[in-house]
């Protein structure tokens, strides 16, 4: 876990504007991207010392004129730490459970963030929306996985107009294979004999 050392290291806005990059790097290498990241970081150190004497700003403008900051992270923050429901966080996890759930009708695939935050924020009431991520990430990460669900360990499988279809199209293409595999075989034989 990255963050017991990164806070240990830099305990305010103030300390993140003055550091130095290497050594940040160094601390969240882990975490993939961590130059960017690391620019970033410092960056919005930067602008929250110069615009807003060293805090957070509580409102959506204000943070998305922070380095590294979009919709994403602003909804996390004004959720989680001021629990103002702003907007629908929507990441991976999310993106992915909209649509297997078929809870967003506007967007095209689970990447489309914006139509994605706007179909979930019809479906769901606003008071509820910071809770609802929250377990979407949780039970996209724990049990509807990209690549495997376990479909059979859900809670909400009668719920689910996707539940044991990735089974299902395992199966498909398990059985594909091996049907390639047997004509192939066939094929060989006939040669052979």
Known sequence: MVTPALFNRY???EAFAEAEPA???L????TGFYRNKAKN?????????????????????DLLTLPGVARKTANV???????????????????????????????????DAVKIERDLME???????????????LHGRAICNARKPLCDQCTLTELC???????????????????AKRKKVSKRNKRAT
Do not use: C, Y
Request: cysteine-free; aromatic content about 10%; proline content about 3%.
């Open 27 to 30: 601390l969240i290498q882990s």
């Open 123 to 137: 479906v769901f009431p606003q008071d509820r929306w910071t809770d609802v991520g929250h377990m979407f990430i």
């Open 41 to 61: 970081i410092i960056g919005a150190g930067q602008v929250l010392v110069r615009d807003f004497d060293g805090d957070v700003p509580d409102n959506m403008d």
């Open 77 to 111: 923050i004004l959720g989680t730490w001021f629990e103002k429901n702003e907007g629908f966080v929507v990441d991976t996890h999310i993106g992915r459970l909209a649509h297997r759930f078929d809870l967003t009708w506007s967007s095209r695939d689970t990447k």
């Open 11 to 13: 305990n305010s806005a």
């Open 23 to 25: 050594e940040l790097e």
């Open 161 to 179: 107009p996707s539940a044991f279809e990735h089974d299902k199209k395992t199966n498909a293409k398990a059985g594909k294979k091996k049907k």
